[in-house]
């Protein structure tokens, strides 16, 4: 039994998640979720080079072509 304000549906009701994607990069690999329009809503960057980090390009929330040319 759960003492709470929250109706029960919502409590056991779990989000759908967007499956996350890797994807080639200049620097490396950017993670994200598909955006529908060809890109990825970049969520982290997975580089060894710090130039990755420093790239406004490359921030979180930034949206990444899809292609492999990047």
Do not use: F, H, K
């Not at 709470?4 to 080639?24: F, G, K, M, N, Y």
């Amino acid at each position: 039994m759960m003492y709470t304000v929250i109706p029960p549906e919502l409590l056991e009701a779990a989000p759908a998640l967007s499956q996350a994607v890797c994807v080639r990069c200049p620097y490396g690999l950017v993670e994200g979720i598909r955006d529908g329009r060809g890109g990825v809503t970049i969520s982290r960057v997975i580089s060894t080079d710090p130039a990755a980090y420093l790239d406004p390009r490359m921030a979180p929330g930034q949206v990444w072509p899809e292609s492999p040319d990047g």
